[in-house]
């Protein structure tokens, strides 16, 4: 089955220091990946819809500035976060899928501990 | 090799009907095991469960986890159209990381 492979499983950094979450497909192409935040009382929230070579879309309320997300190839997009601050310790989570008909692959999520 | 497995992938019913959903896992380390409907832009959060036989509901949906037969089962009574949509079974893990199910779409006709 499809595959999403979210690296690294969980980080730890300083703040004001930035961290880079990858998000690969490893058997399919993936013209479309999502980025989404855990909240308190397991609530996902839609962070960003990234298309392959184009600029991602980011939903209301969340800063592009904040959160740099990159697409470069169907296999890979990347969620950086800048200059993080302890209230953006979360778990942040990838999605993929081939084709607007395919199922949505999650990874397994990244847990970011800002100190 | 942990793996959270869905079934059935696909399922077309008709309104009224009541459908039952099956998640099935292998994981290290189990917390809790949870549900979510798929529409549009973000999952929406529908049961946690961590306690094995203890029915949770919300309106026409209910669910319960096995801990033995290592399974949840998601049943939706007296289906309407707006039930259509993917449902994703994940299971968190005690280092927090999580295991999504592939999802079972499921398409309730008027």
């Known amino acids: 089955g499809a595959v999403v492979s979210q690296h690294p499983s969980w980080v730890i950094c300083k703040s004001g220091t930035s961290v880079k979450i990858e998000c690969r497909s490893l058997?399919?192409?993936?013209?479309?990946m999502f980025w989404y935040r855990q909240f308190p009382k397991q609530s996902l929230m839609l962070m960003a819809t990234s298309n392959e070579g184009s600029k991602a879309t980011y939903e209301q309320g969340v800063e592009k500035d904040k959160f740099l997300i990159n697409h470069a190839s169907l296999t890979l997009s990347t969620l950086t976060v800048t200059s993080a601050h302890p209230e953006d310790s979360s778990f942040y989570i990838c999605s993929a899928m081939a084709d607007g008909y395919s199922p949505l692959h999650f990874g397994n999520g990244t847990r970011l501990t800002v100190t | 090799e942990d793996k959270v497995v869905q079934s059935p992938l696909s399922l077309v019913v008709h309104e009224g009907d009541t459908v039952t959903l099956n998640c099935s896992y292998e994981?290290?380390?189990?917390?809790?095991l949870l549900w979510y409907k798929q529409e549009k832009k973000a999952p929406t959060f529908l049961f946690m469960l961590?306690?094995?036989?203890i029915e949770k509901k919300s309106g026409r949906l209910s669910s319960i986890l096995d801990k033995k037969e290592l399974s949840s089962i998601l049943n939706i009574t007296a289906t309407q159209t707006g039930d259509s949509a993917i449902y994703l079974c994940a299971v968190e893990r005690d280092n927090n990381d999580m295991r999504f199910g592939a999802g079972t779409r499921l398409t309730v006709k008027p």
């Open positions: 961590t306690s094995s036989g």
């Open positions: 994981v290290t380390n189990f917390r809790s």
């Open positions: 058997d399919f192409q993936a013209t479309t």
